[in-house]
């Protein structure tokens, strides 16, 4: 059971690849389920009527570790896969972003961090003139492209910090990138071991790889069969 960010982060190094909470169509683990012993989604207390009464307290935890564990070096934390929020281990980083990174276009949000260093959506919409909608899609689009990453908490105004979003390899500090198939191939290994059996589909909705591209790496690392219409690789 994680109860710790320094136990938080040790078990994301360990597994590589996460989501922060279980996503039903996806094989990778979650850090969700380590902090609450399950799946279940018993995020909040409720009471006899079934109406909030407070957080649980292994969400308030996780809610927390989701921006302290980039802020303090730990974990890698973003929507990088899957669509959704995901821990990343550090080691790992360049090898996600030599198989999945795509060339982006130089947009305002790109360059107003790029020129002015980790911002948050605030401070994003004072530095473009975008409204808050603009700045939130394209924020978790350049997430989704391996651009940016979260990066801290900002103090503000009310009980909440803000978050801000830094470049993806700068916050990693990205210098040096293995070759793409070695990265994919690497990748692949790492999630088909943990799930011990998979698709294409499987793969390619995790990296967003085309399904074709996904099974001629799992035809590299993997032995396939027939599983009754599609395709199935396990580890040889």
């Given amino acids: 059971m994680v109860r710790t960010l320094a136990a ?8 590589g690849l996460a989501l922060l909470f279980p996503k039903a169509d996806v094989v990778l683990p979650s850090l969700w389920e380590q902090v609450n012993g399950d799946a279940e989604t018993n995020w909040a207390v409720r009471d006899d009527e079934g109406n909030f009464v407070a957080w ?3 969400m308030v935890f ?12 730990l974990v890698c934390v973003g929507k990088h896969l899957a669509r959704v929020t995901a821990c990343v281990a550090p080691r790992l980083v360049p090898s996600l972003v030599a198989a999945c990174a795509v060339e982006v276009e130089e947009e305002p949000v790109l360059s107003a961090i790029r020129d002015l260093g980790p911002l948050t959506g605030l401070q994003l919409r004072e530095a473009t003139g975008l409204p ?9 689009a350049l997430h989704y492209q391996l651009v940016l990453t979260s990066s ?4 503000q105004d009310g009980p909440w910090g803000a978050l801000a979003h830094d470049l993806l390899a700068r916050k990693w500090k990205v210098r040096k990138l293995p070759e793409r198939e ?19 589909a499987d793969l390619a909705g995790i990296f967003k790889w085309r399904r074709k591209e996904a099974a001629a790496v799992l035809d590299e690392i993997a032995e396939s069969r027939d599983g009754g219409g ?3 690789w396990a580890q040889p």
């Fill in 8 to 15: 938080a982060g040790r078990w994301v190094d360990k597994v």
């Fill in 56 to 58: 649980s307290d292994e």
């Fill in 62 to 73: 996780l809610w927390g570790a989701k921006d302290e564990l980039p802020e303090r070096g």
């Fill in 132 to 140: 808050k909608k603009e700045v939130d899609r394209r924020v978790a």
């Fill in 152 to 155: 801290h908490l900002v103090e």
């Fill in 182 to 200: 070695t990265a994919r191939r690497e990748l692949a290994g790492l999630v088909l071991s943990r799930a011990g059996e998979l698709t294409a």
């Fill in 230 to 232: 599609f395709r199935i």
